[in-house]
């Protein structure tokens, strides 16, 4: 046989093996008891598999923990529609591009279909009502999930990461969604929460960057964080959400409320989720608030002033993680703690106002638990010359981070935005027009041009005369202020 012929003998069998159908003979079956349990699986079968309804005149009601786990090359299961239970792992980390689990399926273990690179979608038929936990996580190709119409929940984690899913119309049947169930997926579009629904768990649409905005029906008393304004844990549900402008709750629900899109609990004691592409510029939380939930302004995109009520006593975990607009902040005199990572990758963070003493901070540079980690060099800890000592003194670095200084007045940071050079005090005039910069200030005009239209006459001390020669040459107009 000639070279180049035994060359494409070779690759006829090599094409012929790897477009070949597993069998029966891949798997490990056991058929000792009443039904035949699919135990294990040969990990270098590779194509489709079709199990049948019966092996050896015994309905196959069972697949065993980790029977499909690892095998790469598996791309498709048929399963019978006898079955009843899927172990925990069952498919996990397969090869499996497709695949439908029969409505017969009433006992689920997790993680079945985790970690499955190469799933792109799934059918659950009707007669499932419930999702397992960790059911597809991280199954990163994922596109398309296809839920029965009689659902009723969706598992803990189920989705979680499964950064390409966009298509997984939740049904109006379902009553609970777990937390982390759809967390990190980054492409789900959600059009309606279901109308009953009871629960949206913490973290459930965490970082779900196709949110635009949410409308919470009066049935749902569950939204993830614990309500008490004195440990409040975990996160809402739709924290960190980067695309979300709005959350507006049914005005009918007896344990949420929503004002202007910002979510709160009921009493409006509690601001819970403040959405990351909310368009205010700048906000002043109500007089009511006297907590914040964790991660309650993360990603925030617009915002960049915020000023809190006396009572809050502390900024929580992550609230201010990745907010990438915050600039300025006023905190209350009754500020106790800064949590860890509570400012977490503020970039753009020029100062936060401290109205009391120095409340507690975490040092802990160089990891994510520093109440400031990766805010700049420049930003400032604003406090009062009675308060100053409890910070370590005006110029020290509060939280190995803020330079502590004294409050500026509003001449000092309108000064600030001209180049005069060191003509900055009240008395200097760099224009050289005969008004001075505290009269600039006044007036409004800019202290590095000279004012046109503007005649001095006479100062002394506070009070200052000038004339201003009015349009059309009409007469001049005389005014004093004082």
């Keep these: 046989m000639n070279a180049s012929l035994r060359s494409a003998t070779l690759t006829l069998v090599f094409g012929t093996f790897s477009l070949s159908a597993a069998s029966l003979d891949d798997l490990t079956i056991d058929t000792s008891g009443a039904s035949a349990i699919i135990k294990d699986c040969d990990p270098n079968a590779s194509g489709t598999l079709i199990i049948p309804n019966t092996i050896e005149n015994k309905p196959v009601t069972t697949i065993g923990a980790g029977a499909f786990q690892s095998c790469p090359n598996l791309t498709s299961i048929q399963l019978p ?20 689990i029969p409505g017969t399926v009433t006992s689920f273990g997790n993680f079945i279909l985790a970690q499955c690179a190469s799933l792109t979608t799934v059918t659950f038929e009707e007669g499932i009502t419930t999702i397992p936990d960790a059911c597809c996580g991280f199954a990163t190709s994922l596109t398309t999930v296809n839920f029965p119409t009689g659902l009723s929940t969706i598992g803990a984690s189920a989705f979680a990461d499964c ?99 910002v979510l709160y609990n009921k009493q409006q004691n509690v601001l819970i989720q403040f959405p990351a592409k909310n368009p205010a510029n700048s906000f002043t939380a109500p007089t009511t608030v006297i907590a914040v939930g964790n991660e309650a302004f993360c990603e925030i995109s617009n915002l960049a002033t915020l000023t809190f009520p006396e009572g809050l006593t502390l900024i929580p975990v992550g609230c201010f993680k990745d907010a990438t607009s915050l600039e300025t902040l006023s905190l209350p005199s009754t500020i106790e703690t800064l949590a860890p990572s509570s400012f977490l990758n503020c970039p753009n963070l020029v100062s936060i106002t401290f ?46 981070r803020l330079i502590v200084t004294s409050p500026s007045s509003g001449f000092s940071n309108w000064m600030a935005t001209f180049s005069v050079g060191s003509q900055t005090e009240a008395t200097d005039d760099p224009d050289n027009d005969g008004k001075s910069n505290i009269i600039e200030y006044f007036l409004g005009t800019d202290p590095s041009l000279p004012t046109q239209g503007i005649i001095p006459t006479t100062q002394n001390n506070s009070t200052y005369s000038f004339s201003h020669s009015q349009a059309l040459n009409t007469e001049g107009l005389a005014i004093t202020y004082k």
């Design 81 to 100: 529609t006898t079955l009843t239970t899927i172990n925990t792992f069952a498919f996990a980390q397969s090869g499996i591009q497709e695949i439908t």
């Design 163 to 261: 950064a390409n899913l966009e298509n997984a119309e939740i049904p109006d049947s379902v009553l609970t969604i777990e937390s982390f169930a759809f967390s990190g997926c980054a492409k789900l579009v959600l059009n309606n929460l279901p109308p009953n629904l009871q629960k949206a768990g913490s973290a459930a649409f965490r970082g779900c960057n196709a949110i635009t905005s949410v409308d919470v029906p009066a049935s749902v008393s569950d939204l993830g964080p614990i309500l008490s304004v004195t440990g409040i844990r975990e996160v809402s549900a739709f924290s960190c959400c980067e695309n979300l402008t709005e959350i507006n709750v049914d005005p009918t629900n007896q344990t949420y409320s929503s004002i202007d899109g």
């Design 355 to 400: 109205a009391g003493s120095a409340p507690e901070v975490f040092t802990q540079q160089g990891d994510d638990t520093a109440t400031f980690n990766n805010v700049p060099q420049t930003a400032q800890a604003i406090v009062t010359p009675a308060n100053a000592a409890s910070y370590g003194g005006y110029n020290a670095l509060f939280g190995d």
